[in-house]
């Protein structure tokens, strides 16, 4: 059976280039007869003979997946074959699609050779031409083409397509995503004139001592050709070299392309050339004699409604997105991308990556026993795999290092890859990461990485792994490697924290070129009429990856997310920075910043006072200017109105023209700077101002006495139990709280990978999701309320001793809360060790009309401790349920950092005022923590008629411990004793 075999194919027609060519293509694209059967045995066998009858058929979308059209369903898995190990062998029940198409030849198709040319189909197909049987074959992220010339009809014709959902091939394809059968790119007829083009190859090199380009364009035609480049003056016989003395290279950050062509009487194929020289030279990957950096995604092909069928609106979309948030690299997960998406890399400006259609990850469960990798019987479909991806794509000047595939453990069929490879194209430099001697590729890297282990290797004290312990070559080889972490930082829910982090330490090292986030886009399907999207169990699969496949820092709408507008802080390829100056640097490799200008502001607690343009002379990669602070910033202005005198200096990196990919006055890059709020020298800067404490009122204020009235107890504008000592109103406002509050819903992150990796485990164990609050005491004095409690959970030791001491000031209630841990925190004799907290604040609840929230302090975005970057300090707006962050799965979101003030006002403009001492984060939704962790899906969150608002000193960080490293002990969150005040206000004209 040939969906069982090791043969790569039949019929088919060597592998060559992606070309643009003037020769007549035909799409055949569109609505297509389909009928799914079981399995092949149950499949018609008359389907490919024109008198088939398929008037019952239904109508199916091509290019499409049959799972997405109504017709069987999806399935997701991570690691695991959704089927039996049992290689080459599929499972019984093989699902088998039949595709019919009627098309019409044009009355004008030339009368010549023509071929029939799939880009993908998954995972593998038998095609027949009306009657005639073509070929087979597998290999599903790859072309293949046939020569159909011989049995085209004039007028109609009959295309038939059966494609099995499993095959041997799939055994290849176990690559973190959806299991998508079908015909999901396109289907084109292309006509093969006598005198016409069959392949090229580009060869275009770069001196960068010189100046100078080498050009050769190989070419395989069935007539004369010659090779065009009028820009350069260029009319080259195929395979002659010709050097140009002065030529504007290619790089991702100018992306220069000239355009050729290669003609022949029957043919004109067009080209855009790009000149560069990919080489390593003293451990480092370099392009055009300098180093790359990377600042990478990785990037599975998936649209919300359509799964891989992506269309070329859709890969232009995700390529803008990309440049306008700094990234400037892409590894094609795991398989090579739709050939439009490279030629867009090729203009907008991308690194490539180029990852073969290869991942056996599924043989972890076999203990790698019967691993396809290293078993030569597999090597002729491998190497296929490996030719048709560098034939399709060598002519891309983006693409700077193949891959050959992910997650395959070790095997000798891989030296095959890499030997035939390095012999096709010596002009790229060659990746693969599973294989830890490294043997065949021309990088260092891992996955996942600690900070302190990633310190290690870019010192170059790393362990010996024990692939080289006993093989000094190949471990004196591994050591003069370039590094690069090719996923790190696992986007999935609510993270990933630690970018700052990893960006420090990658930018230390020169050996560290950077790495790959994990990766662009949530795999979310959004099926018709539904308003949640699915992930892995929704369609009742016995094996699945669950919510895995929603790790992306785009959501699946390609709505960007947090983590994304974090990345894009850090990694900014401007660094702005002060001292009593400004520092700017250009931390690019190639561009000067004569595309950009600077700009600044000055704003006193968060108003804008005045603002200016910035004299910035030319600076050239890798160098830096350094200018003195605008004169007018660091003259001192009077506070706003409603503020304490904080004032800041912002300044902005933007791009003075239009790109491609964005308009002028987009934002590159930014930097704030505390000014001093008095008297200072001209550029002085200072530290942030801090608010006051709301436990030490101001010396003219007026002390409040709290008044008894039966069983209740009021002290200013707060409104209390006698007995419990619970605030009941506040200015008039019904309320249950604040009262201490350590759980936050759980975090994808703090869940971790399956239960390994789990903070949450611990937090749990210390009985954190299950809390009890007891009153101990309530004491009343002459000026002061205070509450002792202890709060505890059941069966348990440990709690905490939290005093809440209340005064009133005026128009001002003020809370400060004292939180001491009691009790075996550290673990017992059968309790494990609980070291960190998730939460420690106050959570409270408020009316619902409350909608409007203003705050000046961080934002506009969520943060948390180690997620902060691109928090930026002034004032923001946002209703309450513009607070939200909609992650497929609920979990912790939201959460504003370092807020001074935040009000909470009605469509009338009234409400209440909080203030914090120290800064406070501030989190305000429509539900419950509980609710949050109760619900899958974003629908399961029903609105309450109350705000529930958590105002907390700090939270845990959020790490990336559902596929890497928890938080960094920098941003935990100890058991420990603390002290943090409010202050509510009545706001408003109430």
């Known amino acids: 059976m040939y969906y069982e075999d090791l043969e790569p194919g039949t019929g088919r027609r060597e592998p060559r280039a992606w070309l643009h060519s003037s020769a007549p293509v035909l799409s055949l694209n569109g609505e297509w007869r389909f009928k799914l059967s079981a399995g092949p ?8 003979t024109p008198e088939f009858a398929d008037d019952g058929w239904d109508e199916l979308t091509v290019p499409g997946h049959w799972v997405l059209q109504g017709h069987d369903r999806p399935r997701y898995t991570n690691t695991a074959f959704p089927f039996p190990i049992d290689p080459p062998r599929t499972p019984a029940a093989n699902p088998t699609g039949d595709h019919r198409h009627w098309f019409e030849l044009p009355a004008d198709w030339p009368d010549a050779r023509t071929i029939l040319r799939f880009e993908g189909v998954d995972s593998c197909f038998k095609v027949w ?8 074959s597998k290999g599903s992220r790859l072309p293949s083409e046939f020569e159909v010339g011989a049995h085209l009809r004039p007028g109609r014709n009959l295309l038939v397509v059966r494609v099995h959902q499993w095959s041997s091939g799939s055994y290849l394809e176990d690559q973190d995503m959806w299991w998508l059968p079908g015909i999901f790119r396109d289907v084109t007829l292309r006509s093969r004139p006598a005198d016409g083009i069959e392949d090229v190859f580009v060869h275009a090199d770069f001196d960068h001592v010189t100046g100078a380009g080498t050009i050769k364009v190989d070419c395989v035609s069935t007539g004369p050709a010659r090779v065009l480049v009028p820009e350069l003056g260029l009319d080259l016989a195929p395979g002659e070299s010709v050097t140009v003395p002065a030529v504007e290279p290619w790089s991702a950050e100018i992306p220069r392309l000239y355009d050729a062509s290669v003609v022949t009487p029957g043919e004109t194929v067009s080209l855009r050339i790009g000149f560069r020289t990919v080489t390593i030279v003293d451990d480092q990957l370099t392009v055009n004699g300098r180093p790359l950096f990377f600042r990478g995604v990785n990037r599975h092909e998936h649209d919300q409604y359509r799964g891989r069928a992506v269309s070329e609106e859709t890969m232009r979309q995700d390529l803008v997105l990309m440049k306008q948030h700094n990234v400037n690299a892409v590894r094609t997960a795991h398989y090579p991308p739709h050939p439009a998406f490279l030629d867009l890399c090729d203009e907008l400006g991308l690194w490539v990556i180029d990852e073969c259609d290869i991942e056996t990850h599924g043989f972890i469960y076999t203990d790698w026993v019967g691993n396809p990798v290293d078993d030569p019987a597999w090597a002729p479909m491998l190497l296929d795999r490996m030719r048709r991806t560098v034939e399709r794509d060598k002519n891309h000047p983006s693409i ?6 992910n997650e395959s453990h070790r095997g000798r069929v891989l030296g095959d890859l890499a030997a035939w490879t390095r012999e096709r194209d010596p002009g790229r430099a060659l990746f693969y990461e599973r294989d830890r001697s490294y043997a065949f590729s021309d990088f260092y890297s891992l996955m996942y990485t600690p900070l302190d282990e990633l310190e290690r290797i870019g010192s170059r004290t790393e362990e010996v792994p024990e692939e080289t312990a006993d093989h000094p070559e190949l471990e004196a080889r591994r050591r003069a490697l370039p590094f690069v972490l090719c996923e790190y930082a696992h986007a999935m829910g609510n993270g990933p924290g630690g970018l700052a982090d990893y960006q420090r330490v990658f930018e230390k090292y020169p050996r560290l070129q950077g790495g790959f986030v994990w990766e662009w886009i949530d795999h979310g399907l959004l099926l018709p009429g539904a308003t949640d999207h699915v992930y892995g169990g929704a369609f009742g699969e016995k094996v699945h990856g669950a919510n895995f496949c929603l790790d992306g820092l785009l959501f699946p709408d390609r709505t960007p997310s947090p983590g994304l507008i974090e990345y894009k802080k850090v990694i900014e390829p401007v660094r702005i920075s002060g001292a009593g100056s400004l520092t700017i640097e250009n931390l690019r490799s190639f561009a000067p910043l004569d595309d950009l200008e600077f700009v600044w502001s000055e704003e006193v607690d968060g108003v804008e006072m005045r603002s200016g343009r910035l004299e910035v002379p030319a600076i050239e990669p890798g160098a830096s200017a350094e200018l003195p602070l605008p004169v007018e910033a660091a003259v001192p202005v009077e506070p706003a109105a409603d503020g304490a005198g904080e004032r800041w200096l912002t300044v902005r990196a933007v791009l003075a023209k239009d790109e491609p990919w964005a308009a002028a006055g987009h934002e590159v890059a930014w930097a704030q700077f505390p000014l001093p ?12 101002a801090r608010a006051a404490d709301p436990a030490q009122p101001a010396t003219a204020a007026v002390r409040r006495q709290p008044e008894r009235s039966g069983d209740g107890l009021r002290l200013g504008g707060g409104e209390f139990d006698a007995r419990t000592g619970q605030l009941t109103r506040l200015f008039g406002l019904p309320t249950d709280g604040p009262r201490l509050d350590l759980w936050r819903a759980p975090t994808d992150n703090d869940n971790g990978q399956g239960g390994r990796n789990a903070t949450v485990t611990a937090w749990r164990a210390a009985g954190l999701d299950r809390l009890e609050h007891r009153v101990d005491q309530v004491e009343v004095t002459d000026h002061e309320l205070t509450v002792r409690t202890r709060v505890a959970p059941d069966g348990l030791g440990h709690g905490v001793r939290t005093t809440y001491h209340w005064t009133a000031n005026d128009d001002a209630l003020s809370l400060t809360v004292a939180v001491v841990p009691d009790g075996p925190w ?29 705050w000046f302090g961080g934002g506009p975005g969520e943060a948390y401790a180690d997620s902060r970057a691109a928090a930026r300090v002034t004032r923001h707006t946002r209703t309450v349920d513009g607070l939200q962050t ?8 939201g959460s504003r950092i370092d807020v001074r003030w935040a009000e909470l006002t009605d469509a009338d403009g009234n409400g209440i005022r909080v203030e914090g001492a120290p800064y406070f984060q501030l ?4 539900w419950t923590t509980e ?5 899958k899906h974003r629908s399961d969150l029903t609105p309450h008629d109350r705000l529930y608002v958590n105002l907390d000193l700090a939270q845990n960080g959020l790490g990336s411990a559902s596929c890497g490293p928890a938080a960094t002990a920098d941003h935990t969150l100890d058991v420990a004793a603390y002290t943090f005040g409010l202050t509510w206000r009545q706001f408003g004209g109430r």
């Open 400 to 405: 700077v290092i193949w891959s050959l595939g």
């Open 826 to 854: 550290n673990g017992s004799a059968i309790t494990q060790p609980c070291e960190n907290w998730p939460r420690l604040g106050v959570r409270m609840s408020l009316p619902s009309s409350l909608d409007t929230v203003r």
């Open 886 to 893: 909609p992650y497929v799965v609920p979990q912790e979101n």
């Open 129 to 136: 031409l009306n009657g005639v049987e073509l070929g087979t």
């Open 677 to 688: 709020a008095h008297s200072a020298q001209p550029g002085e800067l200072a530290e942030p």
């Open 41 to 48: 045995a149950e499949a018609p066998a008359d389907v490919m």
């Open 931 to 935: 609710d949050l962790e109760q619900a």
């Open 923 to 926: 989190t305000a939704r429509r």
